[in-house]
């Protein structure tokens, strides 16, 4: 399955290749009706592995009828599906964790081919995540409970959880199995069947998932087609045969999903990105001990999955009063990231996800720069062998400047850090706050009064406080401003974003109203 | 930066020769078309290019100017961040993530930036050039 490197470093075989823990077909279909299912227009497009930029197989490049398939496949199944029992929902789910589980190792490997991660944060984030995710929203199904009110003695409303029937999910290239997880769980825990989107840069993991668990879902209820956003992602969004529509990706297609949400007066939720605040208090270097080398790590953490997280800490807030000390640790730290092949399990940082990824995050080193920031670290491109010299590589980059730059101000979806400096706790506040988006924001101090006060003061929906980049099913995801609407990760993301609330309003009386 | 009637103007927004090719195409196959910047996760730094119409434009939205006869708007809670750059759109390789319309040929609409000179930014002002433009339809 993997060779060892003469240093000792062990390094998964390509999909594909001799001894590659993963198989692949020249070409995959879209997955309908628990059935491959070729595309109508019978086009397809080509998966590129962003390690090496060359093509490795084929998926559908769907149509307006092709998303039609589907949502009939899907509303073939949602009846049967919908009053399926909450024990065997349940038990389905226990199972997709089980099954993601027993093949981490084949599905890390794909994941890391298809988006670029490093294998070493696919085998212990992405696919451990993932399963544990099926395995939340199984369990909060299968204690899902209903409320009973006594609105007087003899009337009493019932309220159930039911079904919303066929929803409709986009995730994004950054995650492709973890966002899957995160959209499919709860919607299949709400007795919904679905039609997701997978990323059209990233659509191949999903579909070797579905190999592994076209069984075990009843067909119809998981129905997966690739393809352009603009053609089958719109198809999808506007159609009047969903009943709510869940997208992760940028703001304008945001604001598309919620305009035409209000069209079919359905529900939305979307989740849209940010530029979180990592904020770092003087009394992080009162003592060169364990929580110092673990804030220094916290602040490094924008290099994982070399940038492209949408709660990225891509701004690094440290108070002035230690900045100089405190950045000198930190910069040790990410001159010695290793990157390289995301297939060996030493790799701490792969290529970016595409070709135009890359060339974004150059352009805005070269505005940062032009900004008059300075440049403490990476700002280009590694020097690597082989055929990784075609990868879409890039170093990890520390700007330093202020916070009304560009570079502060957007999300650069990179490995670039944007830093600054702040005075007391009130100008920690302002910067952090002055932003577009509020989904993630960090928090480094000693001082646990202190931690409180800036955990609430920060308006983003969650802030990691002496922690980063920890995404345990259980606590609540989403943004504030414009980095979108709704919350994932947890119980009312099934119950508020996934069900309908059924009141049944019931008089045991006889006795009429007496009006008329 | 453009000459009209004597005086120089700044644009905005300028586009390169590909980019005005790829509208062009565009405009021929499927009508009118606008650009969005977008922002936020993902593509976010992408102009979204959509047929006019689609996207419903608000108070909220600046016309940052036209380029090839097509509209080029901003969200003007980013268009305070952004204002002191020039935008270029350009194209580049790749397939849009959401939902905007492809450049063609596997390619994809692209900004690019440049930060304006202080004098440039002084002019801006005085021109007025840095307010809303919203006001009346553009043609294209």
Not at chain 1, 194 to 202: C, E, L
Not at chain 1, 394 to 419: D, S, W
Not at chain 2, 54 to 75: A, E, M, N, S, T
Request: include cysteine; hydrophobic fraction near 40%; charge should be negative.
């Amino acid at each position: 399955m993997s060779v060892t490197t003469a240093a000792g470093a062990k390094v998964y075989q390509a999909p594909g290749e001799a001894g590659s823990p993963v198989d692949v077909k020249a070409r995959y279909e879209n997955f309908i009706g628990g059935h491959w299912v070729a595309p109508v227009h019978g086009e397809y497009m080509k998966d590129l592995s962003p390690a090496n930029a060359r093509q490795f197989t084929e998926v559908p490049r769907s149509t307006r009828e092709d998303i039609e398939l589907a949502l009939d496949a899907a509303h073939a199944a949602k009846d049967a599906w919908g009053e399926t029992s909450l024990t065997e929902r349940a038990r389905i789910l226990n199972r997709i964790a089980d099954v993601i589980e027993e093949h981490t190792e084949m599905l890390a490997v794909a994941e890391t081919w298809d988006n670029g991660k490093p294998v070493r944060e696919t085998l212990a984030a992405d696919i451990p995540l993932a399963a544990d995710h099926f395995r939340y929203f199984a369990g909060e199904t299968r204690a899902l409970t209903g409320t009973s009110t006594e609105i007087d003695k003899d009337t009493v409303a019932y309220h159930f959880h039911e079904p919303l029937g066929v929803v409709g999910q986009i995730i994004p290239f950054n995650f492709p199995l973890l966002m899957a997880a995160w959209k499919l769980a709860p919607a299949l825990a709400g007795g919904n069947c679905t039609v997701i989107k997978p990323a059209s840069s990233t659509p191949w993991s999903i579909l070797k998932l579905a190999e592994l668990i076209g069984d075990v879902v009843p067909p119809g209820v998981l129905n997966i087609v690739t393809g352009p956003g603009g053609e089958i992602g719109k198809a999808l969004a506007t159609s009047r045969r969903i009943a709510k529509i869940a997208f992760t990706g940028e703001t304008v297609t945001g604001r598309l999903i919620m305009q035409y949400a209000a069209e079919n007066i359905i529900p939305s939720t979307t989740e849209l990105g940010g530029k979180s605040p990592n904020v770092f208090f003087a009394d992080v270097m009162d003592r060169d001990d364990a929580f110092l080398d673990k804030a220094v790590e916290g602040l490094v953490l924008y290099a994982f999955n070399k940038g492209e997280v949408c709660t990225c800490p891509s701004r690094a807030l440290i108070q002035e009063s230690v900045y100089d000390r405190f950045m000198e640790r930190c910069l040790d730290r990410i001159g010695r990231i290793r990157q390289g092949n995301p297939l060996d399990v030493s790799t701490q940082m792969g290529p970016q996800n595409s070709r135009q990824q890359l060339d974004k995050i150059m352009s805005y080193v070269d505005i940062g720069l032009a900004e008059g920031a300075e440049l403490l670290i990476g700002g280009k491109q590694p020097e690597l062998d082989g055929e990784l010299a075609d990868g879409y590589f890039f170093e990890p980059t520390v700007l330093k400047g202020h916070n009304k730059m560009r570079v502060f101000q957007e999300e650069i979806f990179g490995p670039v850090l944007a830093v600054t400096t702040f005075r007391d706790e009130a100008e920690a506040i302002e910067i952090a706050n002055d932003t577009l988006y509020g989904l993630g924001a960090g928090v480094w101090t000693r001082n646990g009064n202190l931690a409180y006060r800036m955990g609430r003061a920060i308006k983003a929906g969650r802030v990691w406080t002496n922690c980063y980049h920890q995404y345990p099913a259980g606590a609540a995801f989403g943004g504030y401003k414009m980095s979108g609407v709704g919350r994932e990760l947890y119980r009312e993301t099934l119950t508020e974003h996934y069900s309908q609330t059924k009141s049944l309003l019931v008089s045991y009386s006889d006795q009429a109203l007496g009006l008329f | 930066m453009a000459s009209t009637g004597g005086r120089p103007r700044i644009d905005r927004v300028t586009a390169t020769p590909a980019a005005l090719a790829a509208l062009a195409r565009l405009r021929e196959r499927r009508g009118a078309v606008l650009l969005y910047q977008s922002g936020g996760c993902c593509d976010g730094s992408l102009p979204v290019c959509l047929e006019q119409g689609d996207l419903r434009i608000g108070d909220g939205d600046v016309l940052l100017g036209l380029v090839g006869g097509c509209p080029v708007y901003i969200d003007n809670r980013q268009y305070a961040v952004w204002k002191h750059t020039q935008l270029i759109i350009d194209v580049g390789e790749g397939e849009p993530e959401g939902f905007s319309l492809p450049a063609g040929d596997g390619r994809q609409f692209v900004t690019r930036s440049r930060v304006f000179s202080p004098a440039e930014l002084a002019s801006l002002q005085e021109t007025g050039a840095s307010c809303r433009f919203t006001e009346g339809e553009p043609s294209s």
